[in-house]
């Protein structure tokens, strides 16, 4: 997320907590294409992670961009944390650990995420290069500890970093070592997103098999192919996880609410102060009983605030935003947008999807979510293995996307963009293992190779 918000309209009811998510419904000729991708800076020479300041640092790099671009930056007291394009909704942010990420604009095609991401990485890459940064597209740093990470100066990066070890082993691990690659997608009503957030939540471990990228920690085999996915199993369970509640009678907006009314808060956000309210809830704070800023209610911003510290596989907000997929080169990262956009944004795809997961059970669904960091396509859900799960989506995104029979100037459909996982199906093996055969083979035995293989 770029940027928290600023609306400071006071909040009166639950009503309106539920309007909110409402509003984000919209006919399906309105529906957008979000992409966000994380990726791993790195210093060309040493291989090291890029501090904050200096003039060789993140900062430069951000104001280099600002120049570049002339997209309006976002300030944290002094200091540049982010741009925002207010003409056509983009920006770019810091993760806790330096992680930079583009959330991209609200496009129509796989095409227009494509020739976004090609403007943008041509734009870091004039920028970065002088500085001497790379860029690095894995799922998780593959040599740096956490210790040798640098920290971002944002104020609820400060506070997520005292609350995590309360409530996880792997909390840290999270802000600071991994990235991620999330489509986010719309529905046009609320039974649209009931279905939609149904079927993306059961499937999204064929995501994580299919992108897994994470398969090494401080140089060595970590026995996962995604870590960064493992790392989700401990990291903070009150506010991840499969939401089993989902697929119960009577989910929609209201039961969401609910659901996020209970989640631990991080922070309240008042003008440029974080105030630290971690532990707390909003059900609490909407009663006027929160502690550490009694008496006072929760205004719009606080919601839309919270809601995005809230982190299971598929998030509400006014979309649906996929979160199962490890971070990526930069010619797999339209792969998955194309993935989910030909099984959500066609109905007969989505009704075919529907059909393979409606019989998994709440324990079942599970299972196949706490197999897949480790076995990847070889996990099992009731008597198929996860690669057979896996080949039948993709073949249901192609038949999507060509009814979608959305064409680029050369008249191609958006089905090239799932090629990748084209391939990935016809070799049976996702990248992790792919890497893992390098590290074991080629690489001999050293993880440094994969910041010019993986590099942006």
């Known amino acids: 997320m770029a940027r928290d918000q600023i609306d400071m309209t006071p909040l009166q009811s639950r009503d309106e907590l539920v309007a909110w998510l409402e509003d984000g419904i919209k006919p399906p000729s309105a529906f957008r294409i979000g992409t966000e991708h994380e990726k791993t800076p790195f210093t060309l020479d040493g291989l090291k992670p890029v501090p904050y300041a200096g003039a060789r640092g993140i900062e430069a790099l951000l104001l280099g961009m600002k120049s570049l671009l002339g997209w309006e930056p ?90 995590m070890p309360k409530v996880g082993q792997y909390g840290l691990d999270m802000m600071y070592r991994t990235c991620t690659v999330q489509t986010n997608l719309d529905f046009s ?59 119960e009678d009577g989910m929609g907006f209201e039961r969401w609410v609910d659901y996020a009314l209970d989640v631990p808060m991080y922070f309240v956000k008042r003008g440029d102060s974080y105030i630290d309210v971690s532990g707390s809830s909003f059900r609490d704070f909407f009663a006027g009983n929160n502690k550490m800023i009694p008496g006072e209610k929760p205004t719009l911003s606080d919601w839309a605030n919270h809601l995005s510290t809230i982190f299971p596989e598929v998030r509400l907000k006014r979309y649906l935003e996929m979160r199962g997929a490890d971070g990526v080169p930069w010619n797999r990262l339209p792969a998955l947008s194309a993935f989910w956009v030909g099984l959500l944004y066609d109905d007969a795809a989505l009704d075919a999807a529907w059909e393979i997961v409606r019989h998994w059970t709440a324990a079942e669904r599970q299972a196949l979510r706490d197999d897949v960091p480790k076995l990847g396509f070889k996990s099992r859900i009731k008597d198929r293995y996860l690669f057979q799960i896996a080949k039948e989506c993709v073949a249901l995104a192609h038949g999507g996307l060509k009814r979608r029979a959305r064409l680029d100037q050369s008249g191609r459909d958006e089905t090239r963009h799932l090629e990748p996982l084209d391939q990935i199906i016809a070799l049976g093996k996702n990248p992790a293992e792919e890497m893992l055969d390098k590290y074991n083979g080629a690489w001999q035995r050293s993880v440094d190779p994969a910041y010019k293989e993986y590099c942006f």
């Open 189 to 247: 009503s609320e039974a649209d997103m009931v279905r939609k957030l149904r079927v993306s939540v059961a499937l999204q471990p064929v995501a994580t098999a299919l992108f897994a990228n994470s398969p090494f920690t401080e140089g060595k085999p970590n026995g996962y192919q995604s870590f960064r996915s493992e790392i989700w199993r401990d990291t903070d369970n009150a506010r991840s996880g499969m939401i089993p509640w989902a697929f």
């Open 74 to 163: 976002i300030m944290e007291g002094d200091h540049i944390i982010g741009l925002y394009d207010v003409t056509g909704g983009g920006a770019i942010s810091l993760e806790p650990g330096g992680q930079f990420e583009l959330s991209g604009a609200p496009v129509e095609t796989i095409h227009q995420t494509q020739s976004e991401l090609m403007a943008h990485l041509a734009q870091v890459r004039e920028v970065a290069g002088p500085l001497g940064i790379g860029f690095l597209g894995l799922g998780m740093t593959p040599s740096w500890s956490r210790e040798q990470i640098p920290v971002m100066p944002k104020g609820r990066y400060k506070i997520m970093t005292s609350y």
